[in-house]
């Protein structure tokens, strides 16, 4: 009799054990999205840049859609395309609307990382001072920066990074939001310099922009600063630095099942054991940057829709920008005229979407 009511107790007690630990897993996966209200006022000053941009950048939807979703991740982007396109005009565009400051760096062969981040000088009436160098600003126009080599490219790396600058002996903050367009030349391949792959991945995306569209171009010989001064936009700040702060905090919130995180997970394994078609082509795969990229850049994609959840179309959507420049691809593939977004596309369809 007492063995009986022994088993019937630590029956009761195992039963209880159980049931905290259901408890504990459901607080552990219950769904905390940030505010709806929050996200559609977010949403609607996306719109309003967008319609502000417009003013001044014709056309190249796609490009600016990146650029906005970059700044809302806290990344940076690699911009590849041919002169001409306003790439330098679309980021300054971009900072008068959000209402920062925007400087522009000329990458040259002969450029100095002291020219980029700045240096500790000497003068009898002042003795040592520390003159500031054009990366003290928000947003930092890198142009052409495959035609400086690689030690005057890595003096960006510290401050996409860490947020911050040595010189000297001394670290400084940088004003934020940061962001940093770089843009390359894919014309040209004698005096330039490749950038190298662990540089290029700190990219979070890497955006190709193209020629406009005729009906655009037309539009573009009318409205262009050949022809007009950029003040005759007359753009507006539609944010500020300090809304878009806000905006960086509440990308972070929006709520992505563990479903869609698998997913994501899924496809940047993919690229490591090329268990698929293309797979063959692929040199190295993609690092766990990669999935952090993904993680965010699907999150900024909700938000900029309106909505304070991801679904596995906004992975879809930003998976060859978050890629396209991770994945190396074989000698072969270059040879068989293989880019990287056919390969993405490949890795799309052998997965399946949760």
Not at 46 to 58: N, S
Not at 303 to 316: A, H, T
Request: aromatic share 6%; proline share 4%.
């Amino acid at each position: 009799m007492e063995k009986k009511r022994k088993k019937i107790r630590e029956e009761k007690v195992t039963k209880k054990r159980k049931e905290k630990k259901i408890i504990k897993k459901k607080k552990e996966e219950e769904i905390v999205k940030p505010s709806l209200i929050e996200v559609k006022k977010c949403a609607e000053t996306v719109v309003k840049m967008k319609k502000e941009i417009a003013k001044a950048v014709v056309g190249q939807e796609e490009i600016i859609d990146g650029l906005i979703r970059a700044i809302l991740c806290d990344g940076h982007v690699l911009v590849e395309g041919v002169p001409g396109i306003a790439k330098t005009l679309a980021i300054k565009t971009l900072a008068v609307v959000s209402g920062c400051q925007a400087k522009r760096i000329q990458f040259t062969v002969d450029l100095l990382p002291t020219d980029i981040i700045g240096i500790t000088t000497y003068t009898p009436q002042k003795g040592f001072e520390i003159v500031k160098g054009p990366i003290f600003t928000n947003f930092i126009i890198a142009d052409e920066i495959n035609r400086s080599p690689p030690k005057t490219q890595s003096a960006l790396i510290e401050a996409m990074q860490e947020k911050q600058v040595t010189i000297g002996k001394t670290t400084f903050k940088l004003d934020l939001p940061f962001f940093v367009m770089a843009n390359e030349n894919p014309l040209e391949t004698s005096g330039v310099y490749t950038l190298p792959e662990a540089q290029i991945d700190r990219f979070l995306f890497k955006l190709l922009m193209k020629y406009p569209k005729i009906d655009e171009e037309d539009i573009i010989m009318d409205q262009n600063i050949t022809l007009k001064k950029f003040e005759d936009f007359k753009l507006k700040a539609v944010t500020s630095s300090a809304e878009i702060i806000k905006m960086q905090k509440l990308t972070k919130k929006i709520y992505l099942s563990k479903k869609i995180r698998r997913y994501i997970l899924k496809i940047t394994e993919m690229t490591r054991t090329k268990d698929f078609e293309y797979g063959k082509y692929i040199e190295w795969g993609a690092s766990p940057r990669a999935s952090i990229g993904l993680f965010i850049a699907s999150k900024a994609k909700a938000l900029m829709q309106g909505r304070n959840f991801v679904i596995p179309k906004d992975v879809k959507d930003v998976i060859c920008d978050v890629l396209r420049h991770r994945i190396i691809l074989s000698y072969k593939a270059r040879t068989e005229g293989l880019d990287s977004d056919k390969i993405i596309k490949g890795i799309l369809e052998r997965i399946r979407a949760p």
